[in-house]
Nanobody
């Protein structure tokens, strides 16, 4: 199992940017699809995007064009760059690792086996 630690959350204003980090010790993250999810109070965990082990990425329409996932393999860290933040982006953000085959891009929470503890992002209007 991969041990993941998120950081970088905080309180920002609408329109601001924020970058979240997800670091792992031990197993190289390049061997995993690395996804980001978020969960707002009273809502289900929502897929935010995934960086695939083959180098691609995919995002839902709700964040496409505003959020970008990148990797630094030397630091064994994955980032979620969030631009043009909106109040509805307020949630706890989680990174997760999936060992599914490279051609099977995971978009559901059940597809991921390892999770970080989450970091709070609050966007004020």
């Amino acid at each position: 199992q991969v041990h993941l630690v998120e950081s970088g959350g905080g309180l920002v204003q609408a329109g601001d940017s924020l970058r979240l980090s997800c670091a792992s010790s031990g197993i190289p993250l390049r061997n995993y699809h690395m996804g980001w999810f978020r969960q707002a109070p009273g809502k289900e965990r929502e897929f935010v995007g995934v960086s695939t082990m083959s180098g691609g990425d995919t995002y839902p329409d709700s964040v496409k064009g505003r959020f970008t996932i990148s990797r630094d393999n030397a630091k064994n860290t994955v980032y979620l760059q969030m631009n043009s933040l909106k109040p509805e982006d307020t949630a706890v953000y989680y990174c997760a690792a999936s060992g599914r085959p490279y051609f099977n891009i995971p978009r559901a929470a059940r597809d991921y086996s390892s999770w970080g503890q989450g970091t709070q992002v609050t966007v004020s209007s």
